[in-house]
Every structure is written in structure tokens, then in C-alpha cells.
């Protein structure tokens, strides 16, 4: 199984999870490969995205990668007009959230809560069954180390987790293979195992076993 990952910084922790559950992960920044010769891809985290892209001016959106923003939106609608399994993590699940026609908060009103010089930890709450609420509960511990978040979720997506103060911290649509999270499972997993979260790993393995029900 290949899985196309599409990131800036600390890909070997995406990639370290990726091949944890037996997949080969291939990719990086401005990466090369479509749909077509891969089975699934990850939306890796990092700055943020041009809010051009969901029609907004700019409102306290910093770091933006204007190459990384056209080259990631043409990746993620080819894999989901393919029909793959597509996880978005941090800036991915925004990303996916702009591609389905949602928006995002440029900045929070709570941003101190979820962002700081290292990793925070907050809990989270399920907003409706899913996979996350099977596997971690009603509610559970994650990390944090953003600024921004979904606001008006795009078509046909299905929040799955809300923080304590109502940010949308995950979401998956309705018929498609889409997976969005705004924490970072891939710091809370393996060798970034923590004492004070959930384990990161799950998630993971619950999108590497979509991608193999998509190549039957």
C-alpha cells in the first residue's frame, strides 16, 4: 500500500505512523503523483492558508505558502474526485474543510488555549458517533498547536469532535473517505506516546484500514 504524504516540516513523524501500520509512505514538500499511483494521501500540518480560497481578506492568517496552497488543493480534489482515503491533520483538515466549500476562523478568540511554544492539551468532546468516540470515548485528551479552525463546515461534512469552548476539533464525511482532525495524532503515537493524551495510533490505523477497502 502507498500513501502520499504532503507536508513542509517533521514529515518523519507522519511517515514513522504511516509505516507503523505496514503502508509505505512516500512524499513531502511540493511532492510529485496523483491519484492514480497512490492509495490514499495525508494532509500534513503547518501555515496557514490563503483565505483567498474561501473568499476571505486577510484577518490574522500568518505563514502562508502560496506554492504549498495550489499544489495541495489540486492533490486533495484529485484524490477525493478518485474517490481515495484522504486524512487531513492540523492545516490539513482545514484545507479539506476549503475544498468541501467550507471556511475557516482565521484566529481565535481562545487561540492561547490551543497554541503555544510547544505542544498544549486540552479535552475534547464527540458530537456524534464515530470512530473517535469507539475508540477514545465520550470525551478524551488531545494535543493542540493552532490558531485557527473550521467555521462553516463544507458539504456534506459531519462534525465528529468539539473542544469545551465549541472549536471543531474533527469531522469526516458523510459518504466519502475524508478524514479531518485539528489536534496531531502523529506526536501522540509511538515514540511521541504521551502520558497526558490519547493515543494518536488509532487513527491511523483506522485510515490505513479505509485505504484497504478502497483497493478491494
Not at 494521501?41 to 506554492?67: H, R, T, V
Not at 484545507?95 to 488555549?113: M, P, S, Y
Request: glycine share 12%; charged share 25%; with cysteine.
Amino acid at each position: 500500500m502507498k500513501i502520499l504524504l504532503s507536508g513542509k516540516n517533521n514529515m518523519e513523524n507522519y511517515a514513522a505512523a504511516t509505516t507503523a501500520m505496514g503502508a509505505e509512505a512516500y512524499g513531502g514538500y511540493l511532492t510529485e503523483g496523483k491519484a492514480c499511483d497512490y492509495d490514499g494521501l495525508i494532509l500534513c500540518g503547518g501555515g496557514d492558508i490563503d483565505p483567498s480560497y474561501y473568499g476571505e481578506e486577510n484577518n490574522g492568517s500568518a505563514n502562508i505558502d502560496l506554492d504549498r496552497d495550489k499544489h495541495e488543493f489540486a492533490l486533495a480534489k484529485d484524490f477525493i474526485k478518485a474517490g481515495k482515503p484522504v486524512l487531513g491533520i492540523c492545516r490539513g483538515s482545514q484545507l479539506l474543510n476549503v475544498c468541501f466549500g467550507g471556511n475557516l476562523i482565521q484566529h481565535l478568540d481562545t487561540a492561547d488555549i490551543h497554541k503555544g511554544e510547544n505542544d498544549l492539551v486540552h479535552k475534547v468532546f464527540a458530537t456524534d458517533e464515530s470512530f473517535l468516540k469507539q475508540s477514545y470515548g465520550e470525551s478524551f485528551v488531545v494535543n493542540s498547536s493552532h490558531h485557527q479552525a473550521a467555521c462553516r463546515m463544507g458539504d456534506g461534512l459531519r462534525v465528529l469532535l468539539k473542544s469545551k469552548e465549541g472549536v471543531i476539533e474533527a469531522f469526516e464525511h458523510e459518504s466519502l473517505p475524508i478524514i479531518g482532525v485539528q489536534f496531531h495524532p502523529e506526536r501522540m503515537c509511538l515514540g511521541k506516546k504521551r502520558d497526558d493524551t490519547v493515543d494518536g495510533i488509532k487513527i491511523f490505523e483506522y485510515f490505513i484500514e479505509k485505504c484497504s477497502e478502497a483497493m478491494k
